[in-house]
């Protein structure tokens, strides 16, 4: 059975991708500012947290800048 849009298959999701949309999203809290809960900045730190675990389970290595 195939997914439906926008949701993951847990068999075929590819965690580099993810691991990427995560970066964007991390860009994007920035660019966005503070919401009401959090503050851009530790929206930012939470998504690149999340990009980091999902590129070790990729082996994806970042350079450290």
């Not at 991708?17 to 970066?23: G, W």
Request: proline share 5%; net charge negative.
């Amino acid at each position: 059975m195939k997914p439906l849009p926008g949701q993951l298959d847990l068999f075929d999701h590819d965690p580099g991708k993810l691991a990427r949309a995560y970066r964007i999203a991390a860009e994007a809290a920035l660019a966005q500012g503070d919401t009401e809960f959090f503050t851009a900045q530790q929206r930012h730190d939470n998504y690149t947290a999340e990009a980091e675990r999902l590129e070790a389970l990729a082996g994806i290595k970042r350079n450290a800048a």
